[in-house]
């Protein structure tokens, strides 16, 4: 009897129960409904919109060493290849597929799953956050892919990734950070904790580098950076209007949301002001036109 089709699945909860199908062990044998397969590597391609962009050396080797003496113990996601008969895309398991290449492995286990576009990039979130520590700005950059590509809101993507909205919104501040000090952060020079006391400052690169020459921990870095905050003359302080926190409030909410710095002047004793978007290259630029055309 042929299975009926599954339907696509909800988000929240129901994305849950989707890496049940990533931690089920392979049998050894094919199962009678014909969900597990065999399928040649080279028939299985990437998802472009896949958030994690770096891989660590050593973690891949040991991966590409077990796979070589025990096989490969948990079977990739796949779904039919959009446009190309006969291929599929990886939603779950990249690391596998790319560690199995090293091995010269030539056929791996999938299960293969019809999962729309926002399925995929979700569970490819919620696979790299719970079981391979997806640094923080591949994780940003994966929560910003949700919000601009598929309208997701900060509240949703919280909900259907188990992660609160505050964190989600202080991922995606990081994202505003110049290219230099994401750089140090996705290596793992440069923690979390230390790029968000960063974010916002017009001298975070050159703070950044300063941190990781010291070596200093979060407080010391939060330290630093108040202090080099104060470093303007007495009577610069005087002629610029301190901001209150409703405003700064609604600055690092705006940034969080953009992924640029964002900054809101007021006009001393009036009502009208200006907003102040910072881009970093014109591919952000762009990203900023679309949203501000409805597009």
Do not use: C
């Not at 696979?127 to 949703?156: C, H, P, V």
């Not at 975070?204 to 003359?233: F, H, M, Q, W, Y």
Request: glycine residues 6%; charged residues 30%; without cysteine.
């Amino acid at each position: 009897m042929t299975k009926p089709k599954t339907p696509n699945r909800g988000l929240g909860r129901g994305l849950s129960s989707l890496m049940s199908d990533v931690a089920a062990p392979v049998d050894p044998k094919p199962s009678e409904a014909g969900t597990d397969r065999l399928i040649a590597v080279d028939q299985i391609y990437p998802n472009p919109d896949q958030p994690r962009r770096t891989f660590d050396d050593q973690a891949m080797e040991d991966l590409t060493a077990s796979i070589s003496e025990k096989g490969i113990i948990q079977p990739l996601i796949v779904r039919d290849k959009p446009s190309s008969n006969g291929r599929y895309e990886i939603v779950a398991g990249e690391r596998r597929w790319r560690a199995a290449q090293r091995a010269q492995v030539h056929q791996v286990p999938v299960i293969v799953r019809d999962f729309s576009d926002v399925e995929v990039l979700e569970v490819a979130i919620i696979e790299n956050i719970q079981r391979s520590d997806l640094n923080a700005i591949d994780e940003a950059a994966g929560y910003k892919q949700l919000m601009e590509k598929f309208g997701r809101t900060q509240e949703e993507m919280g909900t259907a990734l188990g992660k609160s909205r505050s964190h989600i919104a202080n991922s995606v501040r990081l994202l505003s950070l110049p290219d230099s000090v994401q750089s140090l952060l996705a290596d793992g020079r440069l923690s979390a904790g230390h790029a968000r006391t960063l974010v916002g400052h017009p001298d975070a690169d050159k703070l950044a580098a300063e941190i990781v020459k010291k070596g200093l921990s979060v407080r010391n870095a939060e330290k630093l950076v108040k202090t080099t905050k104060a470093a303007p003359s007495q009577k610069a302080r005087k002629s610029t209007p301190q901001k209150d926190a409703d405003t700064l409030q609604i600055e690092g909410d705006l940034s969080a949301q953009l992924g640029m710095k964002v900054k809101i002047d007021h006009s001393a004793g009036k009502e009208n002001g200006q907003v102040v978007l910072h881009y970093r290259d014109l591919e952000q630029l762009d990203d900023v036109l679309r949203l501000l055309s409805g597009s």
